[in-house]
């Protein structure tokens, strides 16, 4: 069965320090990864995607993400950290021929000032 | 382009009621799909379409229905309310893709929706 996992429910970082929010998945043949924002009362926006090649993936917002095979994880970082990035982090995966993304429960990223 | 537009934005319903939560997108896109989202749950699909007449179930599907006439509206009726559909709904859409779904959703604002 195809998951995916954030282990940390809450990650808070001081402004202007690189940030990392984690996840890990678990599927079936070659993933497709993502990763989602949701800034308060608002929908989810998407910030970056792994398909296929180059294994660091570049996104919105000075966000990338590293896909690491051998340890199944998709790893959301930035450099510097602003206040403004503080919000609710989605990592989904999908395999093969599946319609439907596979959501993890989501990190909530507090950037201090 | 507006996206993905949802209505209403907020609504309080009594048990037992019904009703039904308008989604539609203007990015001419095949797949479309309706979440929940639960505090500390993440979201749950419940429903799920690839096209115009073509809809499919999704984690969560028990009471609520779906239909997809056309390719711009995605509508999720609830009958008979209950205190567990108090929820966040949104609604999403994506460029389909031949095999699997590696095109990102568009989400649209959400409706909060409030069982009593």
């Known amino acids: 069965a195809q998951s995916v996992a954030q282990p940390e429910d809450q990650v808070n970082v001081a402004e202007g320090n690189p940030l990392t929010v984690k996840c890990t998945y678990s599927?079936?043949?070659?993933?497709?990864l993502f990763w989602y924002v949701q800034y308060p009362n608002r929908g989810l926006q998407f910030l970056l995607k792994?398909?296929?090649?180059d294994n660091l993936v570049k996104g919105s917002y000075g966000f990338e993400a590293e896909f690491n095979k051998s340890q199944t994880s998709f790893h959301l970082k930035k450099p510097s950290a602003l206040v403004s990035d503080s919000a609710l982090y989605f990592c989904a995966v999908t395999a093969g021929n599946n319609r439907k993304l596979i959501w993890g429960l989501g990190t909530s990223l507090a950037v201090n000032p | 382009n507006a996206g993905v537009t949802q209505t209403p934005k907020f609504r309080i319903l009594k048990i037992g009621q019904s009703m039904t939560l308008q989604c539609t997108q203007d990015?001419?896109?095949?797949?479309m799909y309706w979440y929940r989202q639960d505090p500390g749950m993440g979201l749950k699909l419940i429903y799920y379409?690839?096209?115009?007449?073509?809809?499919d179930k999704g984690e969560v599907p028990n009471g609520y229905n779906v239909s997809r006439s056309t390719t711009e509206d995605f509508p999720l009726r609830l009958e008979l309310a209950a205190p567990s559909q108090t929820s966040v709904y949104f609604c999403a859409s994506s460029r389909g893709s031949t095999g699997g779904s590696y095109n990102e959703q568009f989400f649209g604002p959400g409706t909060r929706l409030t069982v009593l």
């Open positions: 379409s690839v096209g115009a007449g073509i809809t």
């Open positions: 599927v079936s043949g070659n993933p497709y």
């Open positions: 990015m001419n896109h095949n797949y």
């Open positions: 792994y398909i296929t090649g």
